[in-house]
């Protein structure tokens, strides 16, 4: 290599920081007391799905919008081994709280496949026989949003009464017991 070559490349090497810096800084993950990126979700067809989010209607809504106290958010992808081990307990969380009659509407939960078309997302939905709404992100658009975080990743949104919300959880990984898991949010949530 010449002389002006490694000057170029050396000079390229040292501009590399400023140009990254602002794409580093914009993915991380959504911060406990922070709010959530807009994530757009299209308005579930099924009307099972529209009435357990409290939803009407067609398009696109955010997380805040659905009724609900808390949410709770898993980002996960079907071809994650550890989505596919954690799906029965997310599972048994979902009928802990639609079982508990003070809990019943307060808390729902979704899933967001990464990198998922709907009909990975099907697939994974009838393997694991998921309960409640999951939603494709195949181009990766709301998984860059939340900061690119590995599967499974847990996100608990607390929606305040005018329309304002919280984040109280953001971690990677998926819980040991359900039911453990679910004294934690109730405890973080304030609910």
């Keep these: 290599m010449t002389k ?14 400023l140009f990254a810096s ?6 991380a993950p959504p911060e406990e007391g922070g709010v959530l990126p807009m994530i757009n979700l299209q308005v579930p067809q099924s ?11 067609e398009g696109f809504f955010t997380i805040p919008q659905i009724k609900a106290k ?11 081994p550890h989505c596919q081990w954690e799906a029965p ?8 709280v639609e079982k508990d009659s003070d809990l019943k509407g307060q808390i729902k939960i979704i899933g967001i496949g990464a990198g998922n078309s709907s009909y990975e997302v099907g697939i994974f939905r009838d393997n694991y026989q998921i309960p409640f709404p999951l939603f494709p992100d195949e181009d990766f658009i709301i998984h860059e949003a939340v900061g690119q975080v590995r599967t499974p990743y847990f996100i608990g949104v607390k ?14 990984g998926g819980f040991q017991e359900p039911l453990q898991f679910l004294k934690l949010i109730l405890n973080l949530s304030g609910l």
């Design 70 to 80: 808390v949410v709770i958010v898993e980002i996960f992808s079907m071809y994650c």
């Design 22 to 27: 602002p794409i580093l800084a914009s993915i």
């Design 4 to 17: 002006k070559c490694l000057l170029l490349l050396a000079a390229m090497a040292m501009c590399l920081p």
């Design 47 to 57: 009307d099972a799905a529209r009435n357990y989010l409290g939803l009407s209607g």
């Design 89 to 96: 307990k997310v599972n048994e969380l979902y009928w802990a």
């Design 159 to 172: 929606i305040n009464a005018d329309g304002s919300h919280a984040v109280f959880y953001s971690k990677e």
